[in-house]
Structure formats: C-alpha cells, structure tokens
C-alpha cells in the first residue's frame, strides 16, 4: 500500500521558515517524480514545486527564490524548505509522487499558516 506522509507544517509569522517533509511508503520513491502543490480556500490546487527523479527542479513564479524543493532518496523522503513566507502562503500543502497515469500517488495534506 502507497503512503505519503507529510509533516513540518504549522504557524508561522511573515517572514519566517518552515520544512516541510513527505516520507513516502509503499514506492521505490527515487524512481518518481515528486512535487509539492497547495490549496488554499476557495482557490484550485496549484503546483509549488517538483524534482524529477534524476534531480531537476521547476518552481512556482510565486515561490521562486523563497522555496527549495529536494529529496533524500534513501529516506523515500522529499523536503521543501520554505523561507520568506507570505501570508499567500497560507494553504494546505500536499505531496505528489507520479511515475506515470497508473502510479500517480498523494498525500493527506499539512496546513501552513502564515500571520502574525
């Protein structure tokens, strides 16, 4: 059974950090593509950020020099580190992990809050 499981998220003032972690199971993750997206209420799930499986990174126009997308393929873990955080930020955040149509796997979501 496929499992993506995220952690790291929270309240955060403006301005701050967070790392935000998805342990995948279940999946030989160094053979997936991953990516985090988020929902934030009212809007559509948009894509943040992917890391093919050989490495490469594509980024949001929104999060492009705040955020890094990585992964630890050892672990079956995928990280984004969140810097500079805007309260347009705020949103559930859910990890991807996509092979092909057949293998195409998500996480339960963490909330991100950003305020002061």
């Known amino acids: 059974q496929v499992q993506l499981v995220e952690s790291g998220g929270g309240l955060v003032q403006p301005g701050g950090s967070l790392r935000l972690s998805c342990a995948a199971s279940g999946i030989i993750s160094s053979i997936y593509d991953m990516g985090w997206y988020r929902q934030a209420p009212g809007k559509q799930r948009e894509l943040v950020a992917t890391i093919t499986s050989g490495g490469s990174t594509d980024y949001a126009d929104s999060v492009k020099g705040r955020f890094t997308i990585s992964r630890y393929n050892a672990k079956n873990t995928v990280y984004l580190q969140m810097n500079s955080l805007k309260p347009d930020d705020t949103a559930v955040y859910y990890c991807?992990?996509?092979?092909?149509?057949?293998?195409?796997?998500w996480g339960q979501g963490t909330q991100v809050t950003v305020s002061s």
């Open positions: 991807n992990a996509h092979y092909n149509s057949n293998h195409d796997h």
